[in-house]
């Protein structure tokens, strides 16, 4: 399969950056996920509207409009074009002699190209968390790749064959290691308000608004570490999580959270989701 490298397709082992650039360097890049439901790109305003806010967010002069006709290209040069796909989208300072500053003068670069991605049957799916502090820097609200603490944490997980890493800072989850997090306890839905201890997750977003829609009651307020136990449901939403329910959240050797089948919210949730982005309506 063929990438986009700043506006030229070619082959992976054929497309080159410079060892100065500064993504590579420096983690000094941004990225994002665009799905495609069955050849049809879901969201791209929201995740292009994201990648703005961080671009300026990191002072990086970068035209993202120019970035769709590409993206619209990655799909349709795929085979997955008829099914399920996303984009990988980065976008990298450049290349410039090292400095700990920005440089004046660099070239941006961007990398794109769509993978093959499943995006249903997660409602017959159950994932599993483990529970860890949340050592990720303080502004989450960038999309950067420097991925490294998220992949430090999610790796905990992995090795102890669960799902994700739910995180927690200062007595409260903020957010998963690549998945936003929701709490439903006595009917209210809870998720951490939108700022700098977390991502703007776009299917947050969407999940936010399903809830409005549903008329579930809805609460942009952290969820305490002490209340896991006694939370009636957990889901987690990202952009290949789609809506995740939680069958058990570990933490240390004990188990926290334990739920043998979706809750009702989390079902009426993956329901509205799968209309919303099956059929674009609701
Ligand atoms: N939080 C973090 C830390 C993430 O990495 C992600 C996915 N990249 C999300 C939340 C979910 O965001 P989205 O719904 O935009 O995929």
């Known amino acids: ?54 671009l300026k967010e990191i002072s990086l002069d970068f035209d993202v409009e120019m970035l769709i006709p590409y993206i619209e290209d990655a799909v349709r040069r795929s085979d997955y074009a008829s099914n399920d796909a996303a984009v990988y989208l980065q976008v ?13 003068k660099s070239e941006p670069i961007f990398l794109l190209y769509s993978f093959p991605v499943n995006l249903r049957g997660f409602e017959n799916k ?34 102890l064959g669960l799902d994700e890493t739910l995180l927690v800072k200062e007595g409260i989850i903020t957010e998963g290691s690549h998945s936003s997090a929701f709490f439903v306890q006595d009917e209210i839905i809870y998720t951490h308000p939108e700022g700098h201890q977390i ?11 399903l809830c ?3 008329g579930l009651e809805l609460r942009e307020e952290a969820f305490p570490f002490s ?17 995740m329910a939680i069958s058990e959240i570990q933490f240390q050797d004990n188990i ?6 979706p809750g009702p919210i989390t079902r009426k949730i ?6 919303r982005t099956r059929n674009l309506q609701v």
């Open 126 to 159: 159950h994932w599993k968390l483990l529970i860890s502090e949340d050592i990720r820097w303080h502004r989450c609200d960038i999309k950067t790749t420097s991925y490294l603490a998220n992949t430090m944490l999610n790796d905990k997980s992995y090795k």
């Open 227 to 243: 209340e896991i136990a006694y939370a009636d449901e957990v889901f987690l939403t990202g952009t290949t999580t789609q809506v």
């Open 270 to 275: 993956q329901e509205a989701f799968i209309q």
């Open 256 to 261: 926290l959270f334990q739920s043998s089948e």
């Open 212 to 214: 409005r829609n549903l």
């Open 199 to 209: 991502l703007s997750g776009i299917t947050r977003k969407i999940v936010l608004d």
């Open 1 to 54: 399969k063929e990438v986009c490298l700043n506006r030229i397709w070619q082959k992976p082992e054929e497309a080159k950056i410079s060892v100065f650039d500064r993504g590579f360097m420096l983690g000094d890049s941004l990225y994002e996920v665009i799905p495609f439901y069955e050849g049809r790109v879901f969201a791209l305003e929201e995740h292009l509207s994201r990648l703005k806010y961080c």
């Open 92 to 104: 990298s300072r450049g290349a410039a002699p090292r400095s700990h500053f920005f440089p004046e």
